[in-house]
């Protein structure tokens, strides 16, 4: 198997990291937590091959284990808000590992490639009919967003289209690093991509900045010294950036709506862009400890999960595949064929597992126990693991057969697959959510392929037009 290269120095840095977990507060799950990090992302990520899955695996490990950062910020034992969250940590990251392993197995599975190899195959392809065709995409699909809500029915369908958005992106990121072109034109999309993304109640800003990850990560052969210290500063730079974010969201959303009970912006994109660096200015000195804290609770996924074990069996017994059946049911039903299928509301069945009463759709709020979640209630802990490996072995099939079977580019084959999985990064995502919109993008980009990508391919192909 090719492996990422770790320097000298690299290795022993991150052996300090793994060891002093031990010693600070809730030392054991920090322990547990870093070690099965170390193990999911030292075989997923390989060098010049997709990191989608290595983002996806990054951004959950973050959430199980900011609960455990989250009380020693506190100065709390892990246990303090919820009887079994010790116990849901380490069975979320254990279930993590177990999750990630098929995909692991498929990321294998794929030919190992040199830099050499993907500047051929980039080489293949036109940079500046790419750059247009992400032109029109980026209008598009604006348009597109505007509507998605407006036709129930389609909702889905309309959201996997306009991700095709990232698709462009990728590719265009791709031939811009490894042709050393356009660059300039690139960066100016990311900052934009960024700004538009605070035009949005659901801080659509941070997807332009995974899939700018996935582009960096996908080129890593090596870790030095140096590129440690930059990752880390990265981190130290976001994580103020997300904390004062936590600081102002809450204000900012209440302007986005007019004050209604609803996820939707009634403003216009100068007016909630200028209210942005109004609150911006106003609130910046009032990040603190309270604010941290809010951050971390925010980003931690397991308290939920917690709750939940707290509560079945002892009060509420396994459903055995009852609330997947439902799921499922809901999925495959469409509402053109029901009129009167109900309306998604994770927050009546987070109220119901957890004993926590929350605010629902109609007071414009949404909470989930997240798929984890689910897949305990329905099997324990034992039968959680089946149901995770059976959600990676669904992840790693198909991906497998998207970057073999898009095209004959690796570099197209690497936009459609980090196009299609990004948006399911989520460890607290509803089970009828993440599965609708992991079966109903999958319908499409299976269609694609089949229909569209080969024609896309051929129109993207380079050609002697393009040294004029």
């Not at 499922?328 to 064929?337: C, I």
Request: hydrophobic share 50%; glycine share 8%.
């Amino acid at each position: 198997m090719n492996k990422i290269k770790f320097e000298g120095g690299v290795k022993a840095l991150l052996l300090i990291i793994l060891i002093s977990q031990l010693f600070f507060n809730n030392g054991i799950y920090l322990f547990i937590c870093m070690l099965c990090f170390y193990i999911g992302s030292y075989y997923l990520q390989q060098p010049y091959k997709p990191s989608v899955f290595s983002i996806i695996f990054i951004y959950h490990f973050l959430q199980i284990i900011a609960g455990v950062w989250q009380a020693n910020y506190l100065g709390n034992e892990i246990d303090y808000r919820a009887d079994n969250m010790g116990l849901a940590t380490i069975i979320s990251a254990i279930g993590l590992l177990v999750m990630f392993f098929p995909i692991i197995y498929f990321q294998n599975k794929i030919p190992g490639v040199t830099i050499e190899t993907l500047k051929q195959h980039a080489d293949k392809l036109s940079i500046n009919k790419t750059y247009y065709a992400y032109i029109i995409a980026f209008f598009v699909t604006g348009s597109l967003n505007g509507i998605r809500f407006l036709l129930p029915g389609y909702t889905q369908f309309i959201i996997s289209i306009v991700n095709l958005k990232w698709l462009f992106f990728i590719l265009l990121g791709f031939q811009c690093i490894l042709k050393n072109k356009r660059r300039k034109e690139f960066y100016f999309f990311i900052a934009l991509e960024f700004m538009l993304g605070f035009y949005s109640f659901f801080s659509d800003f941070k997807t332009v900045l995974f899939f700018v990850i996935v582009l960096y990560f996908s080129m890593i052969k090596r870790i030095t010294l140096k590129k440690f210290a930059f990752a880390a500063g990265i981190i130290v730079v976001g994580f103020f950036g997300a904390t004062f974010w936590t600081t102002i969201k809450v204000d900012y959303r209440k302007f986005l709506n007019k004050g209604s009970a609803s996820q939707t912006v009634e403003v216009s994109q100068n007016e909630a862009l200028a209210k942005l660096y109004e609150i911006s200015n106003t609130q910046r000195k009032e990040v603190g400890t309270s604010a941290t804290e809010k951050f971390l609770d925010r980003l931690q996924g397991t308290f939920h999960l917690a709750k939940t074990m707290d509560r079945v069996p002892a009060i509420i017994p396994h459903q055995w595949g009852n609330n997947w059946g439902e799921t499922f049911a809901y999925v495959f039903t469409p509402r053109l064929l029901n009129p009167d299928k109900g309306v998604l509301n994770s927050s009546e069945k987070a109220s119901k597992y957890t004993g926590i009463q929350y605010a629902g759709r109609d007071q414009g709020t949404a909470f989930s126990l997240g798929y984890f979640g689910d897949c305990y209630i329905d099997f324990g802990i034992l039968g959680m693991m089946g149901a995770l490996f059976a959600i990676g072995l669904l992840y790693g099939i198909t991906y497998y057969y998207f970057l073999r079977n898009s095209s004959s580019n690796y570099i197209f084959n690497y936009a459609v697959v980090c196009a299609l999985y990004m948006r399911f990064f989520a460890f607290e995502m509803d089970s009828i959510f993440f599965i609708g919109s992991l079966i109903t993008d999958l319908i499409a980009y299976f269609v694609l392929a089949r229909f569209f990508f080969p024609w896309l391919y051929r129109n993207l192909k380079y050609n002697k037009e393009d040294l004029k």
